[in-house]
């Protein structure tokens, strides 16, 4: 790579954690700092890293790695501070000094910034900072800065994403092979795809948090992961797979952020009210022919509905240390260009504060698989039953015979509650044996 | 929609051209003002439309409108202007205007910007001005602000698109109907696809220019349309989709940016000499399988391969009034904050310079079809005559029989000229009736 001689006074560097991400943002600063320089206009010189282990060997010099992250942050030739050690303590407070201070942050912390964006993006106000951070969603994938600067001048209505690479690896995986999911699992876990404690990817935290940041930009309005309705996958079972198969589908995980309009009795937008804000995170069945539906493995995706953009996808690495470490160094570039040249990142913007819709408002279509008992007006009786509840059925399909005779029900557009009281309905009804799974269907046109 | 009371200083707009792209802008500006101005932090105001008939109706108080594009620019009350008349003149000189005059411009002019992006951003870097042009390339969907800024911390190697509606309508018309060239252009006329000169689109002038801006962005180096090898649609027939689809692949318009390595007997990269660049637009086979072979009609997509970044898509709606204000509102918005804030947007960034790879070096795959006599003996003479000039064939496949016979030949890489030269000694071969297509193969591993 090749770069300019002249440039301007040097920008100081920290970077908090040296975990794979850490380590590959490291090796950029340092093997391409003349194309950084640049890029940027003046130099970036890394003034240390924050590790948790100051004797494990990082290929790094000894005198640029330290423990106390807190005084590495308040060095007065720190300008940037790239926070990707995760985790809400001490990340919020490090992150917090930093801009209170006036240096720049780039971040690739979903947790944290889905709970605490607001009072991070208050501190980079008041002191003229920048908070960047790209990353934090769907790795490499540039969808945060289309979200909040390309889209500036649209109304988004919708953003559906396949935002957690294990869960899609996991369902992926299952769809093809029909595995079970714990078998599944165990070889994600092998593979490294899979952290030893699943439960934050495979029950949905993480998606939920990325849910948050994008229904947060998406909308104009502060959403936090306690606004997002979430199920995992953990339940997702190969007959479930296989059914969805049958209908002409596949089960994704899918993070849904949804512009709705007024409750029941609420001013609709057109007499002044405002519209509602659906965020939600459960694995669905989408149609083999929608987009998200070939996107496997570890890859994310995610499409955004506009209406003067019309729908439009971003697809790639959403996980990894290089794919996210590219995210990050875009963000450092730009925090590092506003220093030099005096500019500033778009601020927060919450203005809409549209109100979040909860889940038994929402409507969308269901896919009901019941275990019946193989005698004639069984399905009559089941339809009905959906009918009684304002259910309206889009189609029924029996399979099998005697004992394992199924009905395998897709419903129109309902609203959860509805469906909720059907099921329940369903499931103390004789000729049901066992309301096998409950899955929403998401991305059909109905 | 929403928007906050308190506000700054007014920002002037003044939009030069009233066609589809400039009549949505209008409309969004006049419709969603309380949103805008919430998202910039003051109100934007139209100050004035340029039009070339100010007779017709459009909607607008007569007051706005104007022929005087020149006076409209230099008004004190107007910062920011949006181009979207196209063409080089006058064009050129209003937006010179306008940024010497220290107003930020937001356009979507791509020819302009392949020839003078040069002399437009230096006016802007003199007056600290922004100049923002999304809309250039791929209308909605977010690929300059990506290569700008969210992969300004990477290595961009390679960018394919599918950048021109008009020939991907065509094209895709063509493979799933088997119909000819000249009668689908025929339909995409009559449709408005296509317009009533279809010269820029189906030759390719308009993938080049775009193809121009998206190799300067990636690859930090001035790219003008001249430097962009250019090949058009016109000469695609029924046959080569035909014989595509038989080799499990179909016939794209692409727009190539590649970094290739150093010219023969060039120091290399590593011996501190430069990569080249390599800009291409031509018709090719891509395989069916490939993430832009199932981009369809009117819609475009660019694939984004980087250091660390991995395959990115950017998939969307390339062209059509409103996609192309989203982008252009996006880039206002943006420069309005600037604007408002005290902000800049990155300036150009060429200092990489890296030189021009020439057609003839640049290595791709080739489908070459050929109309032969049906004897024995011919299939190793044309073999031959690949191997004699150094293309190595990956699969030669015959068919049909007596005057119909065909040989259909893939090779591996090989350069433009050597495939040339070979194609001139096959051509003159007796047993070779003639040389029916040569059409370039991307999207594969070899």
Redo the contacts between chains.
Sequence with gaps: ????KDAGRPLGVAVLGMGTVGT?VVR?LRD?AD??R??VGAPLVLRGVAVRDISKDRGLPAELLTTDASALVARDDVDLVVEVMGGIDPARKLIGDALNAGKSVVTANKALLADYTGELAAAAEGSRADLYF?AAVAG???VV??LI???????VNKVVGIVNGTTNFILSAMDETGAAYDDVLAEATALGYAEADPTADVEGYDAAAKAAILASLAF?TRVTAADVYREGISKITAEDLETASAVGCTVKLLAICERVSAGPGEPT?EEGG?DRVSVRVYPALIPRKH?LASVNGAFNAVVVE????????????GAGG??T??????????AA??KF????A?GE?V???LPIAPIGDTPTRYHVNLQVEDRPGVLAAVADTFAQHGVSISTVRQQGHGDGARLVVVTHHAVESSLADTVAVLADMESVTAVTSVLRLEGTEE
């Design positions: 790579m090749t770069g300019t590959e950029v391409h194309d950084l640049s890029r790209e490499a994938i540039p800065r289309p600067q390309s889209l500036s001048g649209d109304r104009h937008l405002k987009p506009a209406d003067n953009a019309g729908r439009l996808m971003f697809y790639g690495q290089a794919p470490a590219s995210a990050v160094l875009g963000d450092l570039v730009m260009r506003n040249y005096g500019g500033r778009p913007s203005y809409a504060e």
